[in-house]
């Protein structure tokens, strides 16, 4: 055969298709690739037609004694972990359903003595546990009819979980004109009650070792009252302390809320049954107030 007729064979010669090529190089592959596929299929096929009754199971159902959650503070009397349990319908949950950690994350979230949720995780054997940060009362706020008590944020705290004994022990806020906007668990709103949080939040461990009986709220400006006096302390022994502002609203030349706390220390350590005539040096505010000031 010639040169030229060789070189047509080869020419026209079939080649052999990509395709055939790669199954045959990754045949291995892909066998067990089919076979993994098969089986995830059939597994869930398997799952769709058992799950509703694995769910159902007692034995996978959630327990109140399989909830474990962070141990409620003394000043709590109310049951926060029974309560929560039984308002969310948690009885009817599975410890195999996925989303059982939102619901029940979400479930803790909306009680009024939680301030917020850390943590949710499943434990084994079957147990979920619960990290939480709860809410601590800072005053009781003086309104008609009685006293609702908020924490240090200005939210307002469930009234039942305090008796009259209870509510004599914390700071008392007077001069709130405004209602609770909202339900227990909810902000006041109103920066007034929140200003008056912080402030007693700073104050509520030391205020009956103090004998401080009320924190008075600014009074409203008026004709007669161009540039109301701030937060004021009333002591037992008749003093009025002139407080000012909330923590970190300072303005101008006015004393911090740490530099004003340890000057409370030091007074009381220096006056353990302090007169009214007592508390005339001690200027918590600190700064020039200028003529024509209160």
């Not at 291995?28 to 690739?33: G, I, P, W």
């Not at 199971?57 to 503070?73: G, K, M, V």
């Not at 308002?87 to 009024?112: I, K, T």
Request: charged share 25%; proline share 8%.
């Amino acid at each position: 055969m010639s040169t030229v007729k060789k070189k047509q064979a080869v020419a026209v010669a079939p080649t052999p298709l990509p395709w055939r090529a790669f199954l045959a190089e990754y045949r291995v592959a892909l066998t067990f690739l089919s076979l993994v596929t098969a089986f995830g299929v059939a597994a869930g096929f398997v799952w769709q037609n058992v799950r509703a009754h694995v769910l159902a199971d007692s034995s996978y159902r959630l327990e109140i004694d399989n909830l474990e959650s962070t141990p409620q503070p003394p000043w709590i009397r109310s049951d926060v972990k029974t309560s929560v349990f039984r308002d969310a319908d948690l009885a009817n949950c599975s410890l195999l359903d996925e989303g059982l950690s939102q619901r029940v994350h979400q479930a803790f979230s909306l009680h009024p003595w939680i301030e917020r949720v850390l943590q949710v995780r499943k434990r084994y054997p079957a147990a979920i546990s619960v990290d939480l940060v709860y809410r601590k009362p800072a005053a009781m706020v003086e309104v008609a009819g009685g006293l609702l008590p908020i924490d240090g944020s200005g939210v307002l705290l469930p009234s039942d979980d305090f008796s009259p004994a209870d509510a004599s022990h914390y700071p008392r806020v007077a001069g709130v004109e405004s209602q609770p906007r909202g339900l227990v668990g909810t902000a006041w709103g109103d920066p007034l009650v929140v200003d008056a949080g912080r402030i007693t939040g700073l104050l509520a461990s030391n205020w009956e070792a103090w004998h401080f009986q009320k924190l008075n709220c600014p009074l409203p400006k008026s004709p007669e009252n161009p540039r109301p006096l701030g937060f004021r302390l009333r002591h037992e022994s008749g003093a009025t302390v002139l407080w000012e502002s909330a923590p970190d609203r300072e303005a101008g030349s006015e004393s911090k809320a740490a530099e004003k706390l340890a000057r409370l220390q030091t007074f009381f350590r220096d006056h353990p049954t302090p007169r009214e005539a007592d508390f005339r040096d001690l200027d918590l505010v600190n700064r020039e107030v200028k003529a024509g000031g209160n």
